[in-house]
């Protein structure tokens, strides 16, 4: 699948993931993997069910720090795994409501990714930062 561009503030990438049951069976969990400059330091995934659609936003270095090595605390783990089929990334996701498991190619993920940096350097987010409108958003937050 290819990776779309169809502006040039933002990145997508379509990909066939799976979800890791409990009792070991996989299901197919197409996801959409975003970035954009409105919001230079996040990636989101949009995991989508026959019922339902599930996005989740996380840091794009974690992402970054995922595809090599272990990482991620709180809400979102992933970890690089060599299977027998291939390499695939392992995306633990927990909330109150309970826990999924997802798992994707690691090759797919990786070309995303690296279109985010062709797209925006590391370093250079807080460039695309529009600090009224975060300070705004605060603060209505606050009032809220």
Same mark, same amino acid.
């Given at each position: 699948m290819a990776i779309t561009a169809p502006n040039a503030d933002r990145v997508s990438r379509d990909l066939e993931m799976?979800?890791?049951?409990?009792?070991?069976?996989?299901?197919?969990?197409?996801?959409?993997?975003h970035f954009t400059l409105a919001d230079p330091y996040a990636v989101s995934a949009t995991f989508r069910s026959a019922r339902t659609s599930v996005t989740w936003v996380f840091a794009r270095e974690l992402l970054s720090s995922g595809l090599v090595r272990e990482a991620g605390e709180g809400d979102i783990h992933i970890t690089p795994l060599q299977r027998t089929s291939g390499n695939v990334l392992r995306?633990?996701?927990?909330?109150?409501?309970?826990?999924?498991?997802?798992?994707?190619?690691?090759?797919?993920?990786?070309?995303?990714?690296?279109? $985010? *940096?062709?797209?925006?350097?590391?370093? @250079? +987010?807080? $460039? *695309?930062?529009?600090?009224?409108?975060? @300070? +705004?958003?605060?603060?209505?937050?606050?009032?809220?």
């Open positions: 799976r979800m890791l049951l409990d009792n070991g069976v996989t299901v197919p969990m197409p996801c959409t993997l995306v633990e996701l927990r909330s109150p409501d309970g826990r999924a498991v997802m798992e994707g190619p690691r090759a797919e993920i990786d070309d995303f990714l690296r279109s $985010t *940096y062709d797209l925006l350097p590391g370093g @250079l +987010e807080w $460039t *695309y930062l529009n600090m009224d409108a975060a @300070l +705004e958003q605060l603060l209505n937050d606050e009032m809220a």
